[in-house]
C-alpha cells in the first residue's frame, strides 16, 4: 500500500494537468480578492444614506465553488486519463489488487483537497475582511468558524465523488457532467419542485450539507434544512464513500 502511494503521488505531480487543476483551485483566493475589492469600490461610491444597509454575501461561500469543481475534476482525472491512454494496465500489473490502487488514489487525491480547501476557504475568509475594512457586517471569525471548517471538508468529499465517478464510468467528459449535473443542476430542479418536496431532496444536496452540520437555516434558499447536524454530516460523507465502494466494486469484474 505504501509503493501504492508512492506512486500515485508521482503521478500526481508530474501530470501537468494535475498542476494546472490544482492551480485553477487555488485561483479562487483571487476570485475573492477581486470581488471584495469591487465591494469596497461600490461602497466607497455610494451614497452615505445608503451606506448602513449595505450588504454582502460571504464570500468564502462564493469562491468555494472553484476548488470543489476544480478537485472533483482531478479526482475523475487521476482514474480516466490512465484508462484513456491505457497505462491502468500497468497500474494493474504492478498491483494486481485492485482495490489497494483506488485506495493511493483516494488518500493522495484527498490529502490534496484536504490542503486546497482549508487554504481557499479560509484565505478568502481572512483577506476578504481585511480588505473589507468593517465596511459591511460580515460574522466575525468566532461566529463563522465551524462554518468554515464544514465548507473546507466539502472540497475532499468533491475529490472523492469525482473520483468514484471516474471508476464507475470510465470517461472524463461523462464523469466532468455527472458531477456537474449531480452538483449545480440537480439543486436548481429541486429548488423549482413544490413543497414538500423541494425541502426533502434540497437537504440533501451536497451543497446544503456543509451548513446543515452547523445548525443553519436554510429554508429560504434553495436548499432545505431538514437534516439534523449528525445526519448531514453521514449524507457528506456518503457522497464520498458510496461511489468509491460502488467504483471498487464495479472494478473488481470489469476489464482494464
Known amino acids: 500500500m505504501k509503493g501504492a502511494i508512492s506512486a500515485e503521488w508521482l503521478k500526481l505531480r508530474s501530470v501537468r494537468s494535475s498542476l494546472v487543476t490544482v492551480a485553477l483551485a487555488l485561483c479562487g483566493l483571487l476570485i475573492g480578492v477581486g470581488l471584495a475589492l469591487m465591494a469596497v469600490a461600490m461602497y466607497d461610491s455610494a451614497p452615505a444614506a445608503a451606506r448602513p444597509t449595505a450588504r454582502i454575501a460571504d464570500l468564502e ?15 475523475v482525472l487521476s482514474y480516466t486519463s490512465e484508462h484513456a491512454t491505457g497505462l491502468i494496465r500497468t497500474t494493474l500489473a504492478v498491483v494486481p489488487r ?12 484527498g490529502a490534496v483537497a484536504l490542503v ?30 465551524p462554518t468554515l471548517v464544514t465548507t473546507s471538508l466539502s472540497v475532499p468529499v468533491f475529490a472523492l465523488l469525482g473520483l468514484g465517478l471516474g471508476v464507475l464510468l ?55 434544512s431538514l437534516l439534523s447536524p449528525l445526519a448531514a454530516a453521514l449524507v457528506l460523507a456518503a457522497y464520498a464513500v458510496v461511489p468509491l ?12
Open 116 to 145: 486546497i480547501g482549508p487554504v481557499v476557504v479560509f484565505g478568502t475568509f481572512f483577506l476578504t475582511h481585511w480588505l473589507l475594512g468593517g465596511r459591511y457586517p460580515v460574522p466575525a471569525f468566532h461566529d463563522q468558524w
Open 245 to 256: 465502494l460502488a467504483g471498487m466494486w464495479v472494478l473488481r469484474s470489469a476489464d482494464a
Open 170 to 224: 470510465r470517461h472524463t467528459a461523462a464523469c466532468i457532467a455527472a458531477l456537474v449535473g449531480l452538483v449545480y443542476v440537480v439543486p436548481m430542479i429541486c429548488g423549482n419542485l413544490p413543497a414538500p418536496w423541494r425541502g426533502r431532496l434540497g437537504s440533501l444536496m451536497i451543497g446544503a450539507l456543509p451548513r446543515e452540520i452547523t445548525g443553519a437555516d436554510l429554508t429560504h434558499s434553495v436548499y432545505g
Open 61 to 75: 461561500d462564493v469562491v468555494v465553488i472553484v476548488p470543489q469543481l476544480c478537485l472533483g475534476i482531478l479526482g
Open 98 to 109: 485492485r482495490w489497494p490502487v483506488v485506495m493511493a488514489k483516494a488518500l493522495v487525491v
